[in-house]
């Protein structure tokens, strides 16, 4: 059993080793504007799809089950009109149409969140983050210029995801 490492006790949630590398902590002061935009908009976009899907797929059982006829004989009695009838191919442009306003509004949104954010920085001095320091060294990675040029404006390092772009100043 001398192989095994062992874990140290619960501190901060996470078990390390005794030899790994200390927790680091980084304070976030800003955050790319343009990353959130893309990263947001991506996000209302999956979002505005599913309930499109989702929509179209509970009117077509409600179609099926007959709860579309129940629905609109119970409203023309309850209104005292004489029929009621539910256009769906009406609906559907009002789903997908107010969908995409959402999407434009949400996207919005979030960029403003962003924006605040920054402000709210200059003012608080930005957002601890604790790194836990796993690896044995930097990863070489093919650094964007916005990202080389957000390092050369006074940030001491760079937090990447990948594959989005989301590019984080953040000092220590």
Known sequence: MAGRP?????TDGVSRSPDSQPQQTWTVRRVSL???????LLFAICLW??????????????GVTGLLEN???????ATGQESVSLNGSVLLWVVILGGLVLVAVITLMHVMFAM?????????GGVPVGVDQT???PVPTDEPATDRAM?????DAIVQCPGVGLGVRAGP
């Open 6 to 10: 062992q874990l140290l006790p619960y």
């Open 34 to 40: 343009q990353a959130v935009g893309r990263i947001s």
């Open 49 to 62: 799809a599913v309930l499109v899907i989702a929509s179209v797929l509970l009117w077509q059982a409600a």
């Open 71 to 77: 629905f609109e004989s119970f409203w023309a009695e």
């Open 116 to 124: 605040l954010f920054n402000s709210i920085c200059d003012l608080t």
């Open 135 to 137: 690896g044995s060294g």
């Open 151 to 155: 390092r050369h404006e006074g940030a």
